[in-house]
């Protein structure tokens, strides 16, 4: 059996997943342009309001040369740190299209957001005095919380009463009171529920809430709901993808009827992240050693939680691919075709015989599990492992720990070659913040 996705419209374009790992190490993300200039585009069709802007959250994965492609395609960006402001500069996003969405944070960067950023939005009486300090006079945007949340873990739940996110509504009146006292316009509301729903409902019933909210401060001219649209990381147990139609019609009519009711003449953003950047992306490693301890088997990769940081974080669920040790031996696991999207492992059968494995990584931590129990074709040293969906928040939040490096990052383009866009870390790297 030969593989059959090296050609331009397949995930890997041009290349199979060893070419990759050989020419360019393990472990490696790969990212498909393709699928990343469709997430956007599928945002952007939410509503045909005039007013509708999508703002990236540049958290979920700041590759600059991803973040290019992605202001080609027309989304704004959000951005949360001095850093995040340094590559959407990089990626050539105008001050007029950057967002400064931020928590606790100092009076310097305060006033570098209000430089940098078209607006900054706050989420605490006193950043609201901080900002005052530094801005007086200004323009500024203010977190709510509606006291409801969403999300798929108690960690990624970004509202309600226990997070630390947003001003309640007994506080809007001290709001007011430190907005006179620096002279300070309220231009805007904005607001952020959780990561990663599937169901649209808390998310619709979260944006009525802030309209509704919204009313209350008349004069602003944004209105921000925040991100949280869910990819679906089941898809092989048969997960359906969010339906973008569906949610966009309900989405659309709520916004149109707010500005027949009110009037209302501002902007309405969204702040996705996930969405945008996770299928894009194929995480690949190398399978190093293969035992059995007791009844697990396990199989050991170069893919620690240094590299993909969300099983262990968050207990996250990633589809996995075994592709075999050579071109010919594709011992991959089929996946359907998700709409338009070239799959990664579309066309393939397993040839192996299936067994119940736990993947590991090389950190040496008991917690270092990448996918515990999971049914997949026996897999063999040498094997390359591919994680879906790891373009968000994935080499994000990678790191140095046990002084690893942290991998390359390469990109698919339209046309099926391929590019570096992140080299891997080296050890002049490691090395190069301790003085001598
Ligand atoms: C993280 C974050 C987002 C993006 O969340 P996703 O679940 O990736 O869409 C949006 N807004 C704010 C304020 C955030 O902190």
């Known amino acids: 059996m030969t593989l059959v996705h090296n050609h331009p419209g397949a995930f890997f374009g041009r290349s199979t997943p060893e070419e990759l790992t050989d020419t360019f190490g393990s472990p490696l993300y790969v990212y498909n342009e393709s699928i990343l200039r469709a997430r956007c585009r599928a945002l952007q069709a939410l509503s045909a309001d005039p007013g509708f802007r999508v703002c990236y959250s540049t958290k979920a994965n700041g590759n600059p040369h991803l973040l290019r492609i992605i202001r080609e395609e027309g989304p704004a960006a959000d951005a949360m740190s001095p850093g995040e402001l340094a590559v959407l500069r990089r990626a050539g996003f105008p001050r007029k299209d950057i967002c400064y969405v931020c928590n606790n944070v100092s009076r310097e960067e305060l006033a570098l957001a209000c430089r940098e950023a078209d607006h900054v939005s706050v989420d605490s009486v006193s950043q609201v005095e901080s900002f005052g300090q530094v801005n007086p006079g200004g323009e500024?945007?203010?977190?709510?919380?509606?006291?409801?949340?969403?999300?798929?873990?108690?960690?990624?739940?970004?509202?309600?009463?226990?997070?630390?996110?947003?001003?309640?509504?007994?506080?809007?009146?001290?709001?007011?009171?430190?907005?006179?006292?620096?002279?300070?316009?309220?231009?805007?509301?904005?607001?952020?529920?959780?990561?990663?729903?599937?169901?649209?409902?808390?998310?619709?019933?979260?944006?009525?809430?802030?309209?509704?909210?919204?009313?209350?401060?008349?004069?602003?001219?944004?209105?921000?709901?925040?991100?949280?649209?869910?990819?679906?990381?089941?898809?092989?147990?048969?997960?359906?993808?969010?339906?973008?139609?569906?949610?966009?019609?309900?989405?659309?009519?709520?916004?149109?009827?707010?500005?027949?009711?009110?009037?209302?003449?501002?902007?309405?953003?969204?702040?996705?992240?996930?969405?945008?950047?996770?299928?894009?992306?194929?995480?690949?490693?190398r399978v190093h050693a293969v035992k059995n301890n007791g009844p697990v088997r396990y199989v050991g990769t170069d893919i620690g939680f240094n590299v993909l940081a969300r099983p262990v974080l968050y207990n996250a669920f990633h589809d996995l691919v075994v592709y075999g040790r050579q071109s010919g031996d594709a011992a991959a696991f089929g996946r359907e075709r998700h709409g338009a999207d070239p799959g990664p492992a579309d066309g393939y059968a397993s040839q192996r015989p299936l067994m119940t494995q736990t993947v590991v990584g090389n950190i040496c931590e008991t917690g270092d599990v990448l996918a515990g129990d999971r049914e997949l074709p026996e897999a063999a040293v040498g094997d390359i492992i591919g994680v879906l969906d790891a373009g968000a928040y994935g080499h994000a939040m990678s790191s140095n720990y046990n002084q690893r490096l942290r991998p390359a990052e390469v990109l698919i383009a339209a046309d099926g070659n391929v590019r570096l866009i992140r080299r891997r870390d080296t050890e002049e790297d490691l090395l190069a913040a301790y003085p001598e």
């Open 140 to 285: 500024i945007m203010i977190r709510v919380n509606p006291g409801i949340g969403a999300g798929h873990h108690a960690k990624v739940v970004t509202a309600g009463k226990n997070t630390k996110f947003g001003i309640v509504p007994d506080d809007f009146d001290a709001v007011h009171d430190v907005l006179g006292k620096y002279r300070l316009t309220l231009i805007g509301l904005n607001q952020h529920v959780g990561s990663l729903f599937m169901d649209p409902k808390p998310y619709l019933d979260a944006a009525a809430w802030l309209l509704r909210t919204a009313e209350r401060f008349p004069g602003i001219r944004l209105i921000d709901f925040g991100g949280g649209f869910g990819v679906p990381y089941r898809r092989r147990e048969g997960e359906k993808a969010l339906d973008m139609r569906a949610f966009g019609e309900k989405f659309d009519a709520l916004l149109g009827a707010f500005r027949s009711r009110t009037g209302y003449a501002g902007a309405f953003l969204i702040e996705p992240g996930r969405y945008v950047t996770a299928e894009c992306s194929v995480l690949l490693g």
